[in-house]
């Protein structure tokens, strides 16, 4: 499996559990320190930031439930002033008040450093031409992927949900090499080309999906190959698979 950040990624466990250690201190005290409602319930449950001093010691914060959150609606969650937020996003609120949440510079940094860690565990390279089917909306879907493969170098194609048989054409003419959508919207395209009969003139090698218990199918990720070396193939095959889960199929569209 590729690896984006080797000095991250293949680093000791003992390395990466100080990591750990040493950031979750700093969210902790910052949070105190910085966000009522968070300051508030740790004083109820009688905890300090002193008090974690290990990786376990993440058990004695209290949890949150999303109608703590909502009544923090639009911004009292936010842990540094508005004037270092750069960008604002936010659940839909269909079930009720929406969940907002603030990004900092560091923020998006530090979001599209894991998704190029992500894509490029899943097969994707600064070679591919990346379709973004997930909606560029207030929710958070399909910016995040933007910015992670936009850093690995793959050529974006914002081109957002719906309009399917738009989606298959603009694939078929762009080259798309990489598609990134949900599992179910990732089947529905795959019929769709076939009734346009456009399936043999398709280039995707890679599909990420996303994968939730509850949300979608029990297909985590769908990769979806038409061309490219077979020993890559079993390669990422192999990946997918041994991956706790997760369910990989391949879908032949020759």
């Given at each position: 499996?590729?690896?984006?950040?080797?000095?991250?990624?293949?680093?000791?466990?003992?390395?990466?559990?100080?990591?750990?250690?040493?950031?979750?201190?700093?969210?902790?005290?910052?949070?105190?320190?910085?966000?009522?409602?968070?300051?508030?319930?740790?004083?109820?449950?009688?905890?300090?930031?002193?008090?974690?001093?290990?990786?376990?010691?993440?058990?004695?914060?209290?949890?949150?439930?999303?109608?703590?959150?909502?009544?923090?609606?639009?911004?009292?969650?936010?842990?540094?002033?508005?004037?270092?937020?750069?960008?604002?996003?936010?659940?839909?609120?269909?079930?009720?008040?929406?969940?907002?949440?603030?990004?900092?510079?560091?923020?998006?940094d530090?979001?599209?450093?894991?998704?190029?860690?992500i894509?490029?565990?899943?097969?994707?390279?600064?070679?591919?031409?990346?379709?973004?089917?997930?909606?560029?909306?207030?929710?958070?879907?399909?910016?995040?992927?933007?910015?992670?493969?936009?850093?690995?170098?793959?050529?974006?194609?914002?081109?957002?949900?719906?309009?399917?048989?738009?989606?298959?054409?603009?694939?078929?003419?762009?080259?798309?090499?990489?598609?990134?959508?949900?599992?179910?919207y990732?089947?529905?395209m795959?019929?769709?080309?076939?009734?346009?009969?456009?399936?043999?003139?398709?280039?995707?090698?890679?599909?990420?999906?996303?994968?939730?218990?509850?949300?979608?199918?029990?297909?985590?990720?769908?990769?979806?190959?038409?061309?490219g070396?077979?020993?890559?193939?079993?390669?990422?095959?192999?990946?997918?698979?041994?991956?706790?889960g997760?369910?990989?199929?391949?879908?032949d569209l020759?």
């Open positions: 499996m590729a690896v984006w950040n080797p000095k991250i990624e293949c680093a000791k466990r003992s390395e990466i559990e100080a990591i750990q250690l040493e950031r979750l201190k700093w969210s902790v005290q910052h949070a105190y320190d910085h966000v009522p409602m968070y300051h508030d319930k740790m004083v109820k449950a009688g905890v300090k930031p002193s008090d974690i001093r290990t990786l376990k010691d993440i058990s004695k914060i209290p949890l949150t439930t999303k109608t703590e959150l909502r009544e923090q609606y639009p911004f009292k969650l936010l842990a540094v002033p508005m004037r270092e937020v750069v960008r604002i996003h936010a659940s839909s609120g269909t079930t009720g008040q929406p969940i907002t949440a603030g990004y900092t510079r560091r923020d998006l530090t979001w599209a450093e894991c998704i190029a860690r894509a490029t565990a899943g097969g994707a390279t600064a070679d591919d031409i990346a379709q973004i089917s997930f909606g560029y909306t207030l929710f958070t879907g399909a910016f995040g992927l933007h910015g992670g493969l936009e850093k690995i170098g793959c050529a974006i194609i914002p081109i957002s949900s719906g309009n399917t048989e738009r989606q298959i054409n603009i694939m078929r003419d762009f080259g798309s090499t990489v598609l990134i959508a949900t599992p179910s990732a089947l529905y795959a019929e769709v080309a076939e009734r346009m009969d456009a399936l043999k003139d398709i280039r995707l090698r890679v599909g990420l999906h996303e994968a939730g218990e509850g949300r979608c199918s029990d297909d985590g990720v769908i990769l979806l190959q038409v061309c070396e077979q020993d890559e193939v079993d390669r990422l095959m192999a990946a997918l698979e041994s991956t706790p997760v369910t990989a199929k391949l879908m020759n």
